[in-house]
């Protein structure tokens, strides 16, 4: 079993900036690969970042390319999402998720194991 908890959601203007952090216990956590997902209120559950087990390799949703950093650091079993130029259409429950098989990369949800309990995140404008 893993066990995830994201933390540092909150309410932002339009412009800033904020660093979600999700801690991860259970299992050897360079032995999985992680993603961040987000979901607004109606709408379906949708990728925003993913990197690999050593974190060698991230992708991002188009989206977010350019605004959104996905790091990870294995010593302390946790993995972030920096979210810089934020908009309103940032607007959502944030999710991490974790992958054991497969590719690392995978942008839908039924990919992944284990996923936490969420943060969210409101940017005013």
């Known amino acids: 079993q893993v066990q995830l908890v994201e933390s540092g959601g909150g309410l932002v203007q339009a412009g800033g900036s904020l660093r979600l952090s999700c801690a991860a216990s259970?299992?050897?956590?360079?032995?999985?690969?992680m993603g961040w997902f987000r979901q607004a209120p109606g709408k379906e559950r949708e990728f925003v970042a993913a990197i690999s087990w050593s974190g060698g390799s991230t992708y991002y949703a188009d989206s977010v390319k350019g605004r959104f950093t996905i790091s990870r650091d294995n010593a302390k079993n946790t993995v972030y999402l920096q979210m810089n130029s934020l908009k309103p259409e940032d607007t959502a429950v944030y999710y991490c998720?974790?992958?054991?098989?497969?590719?690392?990369?995978?942008?839908?949800?039924?990919?992944?194991?284990?996923w936490g309990q969420g943060t969210q995140v409101t940017v005013s404008s």
């Open positions: 259970g299992r050897t956590f360079s032995s999985y690969a």
């Open positions: 998720a974790a992958v054991f098989s497969g590719s690392w990369y995978q942008p839908e949800p039924s990919g992944y194991d284990y």
